[in-house]
T-cell receptor, first 116, second 115 residues
Framework: DTGVSQNPRHKITKRGQNVTFRCDPI?????LYWYRQTLGQGPEFLTY??????LEKSRLLSDRFSAERPKGSFSTLEIQRTEQGDSAMYLC????WGQGLSYEQYFGPGTRLTVT | AQKITQTQPGMFVQEKEAVTLDCTYD???????LFWYKQPSSGEMIFLIY??????QNATEGRYSLNFQKARKSANLVISASQLGDSAMYFC????????????FGTGTRLQVFP
């Protein structure tokens, strides 16, 4: 039974570059979430999907951020024109939703982004 | 106003003792869910326990129990018989309302268990 996996685990990039992260959820889970966590804070919601549909996106999410889940399985999070303020841990989670019930979210190990 | 408030930045507890981590929440929606997650130094968030707003009884999962006081809007986590491996950050989170599945997290409490 594999958990949520994220790649890469670490990414160092220069300001202005684009980066893309990948998340592979637990196979039977139909919901997938992205969060961002900065040092000393709790995770902050970015967006989530049910299958391939993006159901909710944080108002705090800049237009430089885009997420996709094209086939309802893995998801990618792209950040364009990175800024130093984008440096954070990007966490992916997945869960099962069915019959009007939502269950706990299982998190991956995260991708740590450092923008220099 | 903060949706989730964790007022204890750090807590110490001796091994085998019980410890309570505080969490208060703010919502006007009658339907919500409360979660506790553990984040060890490795970084991965580990689900511990869940309490629904309509649940009549306090949730329990092994050594974890949730002291849910609805009128006071508090959802404190109780860890019994602390172990050295319990040393970690603990986050309280809320799912607010029936039409969203996003979690709102508090700022966390760092628990240190000493021998």
């Amino acid at each position: 039974d594999t958990g949520v996996s994220q790649n890469p685990r670490h990414k160092i990039t220069k300001r202005g570059q684009n980066v893309t992260f990948r998340c592979d959820p637990i196979s039977e889970h139909n919901r997938l979430y992205w969060y961002r966590q900065t040092l000393g804070q709790g995770p902050e919601f970015l967006t989530y999907f049910q299958n391939e549909a993006q159901l909710e996106k944080s108002r705090l999410l800049s237009d430089r951020f885009s997420a996709e889940r094209p086939k309802g399985s893995f998801s990618t999070l792209e950040i364009q024109r990175t800024e130093q303020g984008d440096s954070a841990m990007y966490l992916c989670a997945s869960s099962y939703w069915g019959q009007g019930l939502s269950y706990e979210q299982y998190f991956g190990p995260g991708t740590r982004l450092t923008v220099t | 106003a903060q949706k989730i408030t964790q007022t204890q930045p750090g807590m110490f507890v001796q091994e085998k003792e019980a410890v309570t981590l505080d969490c208060t929440y703010d919502t006007s929606d009658p339907s919500y869910g409360l979660f506790w997650y553990k984040q060890p130094s490795s970084g991965e968030m580990i689900f511990l326990i869940y309490q629904g707003s309509y649940d009549q009884q306090n949730a329990t999962e092994g050594r974890y129990s949730l002291n849910f006081q609805k009128a006071r809007k508090s959802a404190n986590l109780v860890i019994s018989a602390s172990q050295l491996g319990d040393s970690a950050m603990y986050f309280c989170a809320m799912r607010e309302g029936p039409n969203t599945d996003k979690l709102i997290f508090g700022t966390g409490t760092r628990l240190q268990v000493f021998p």
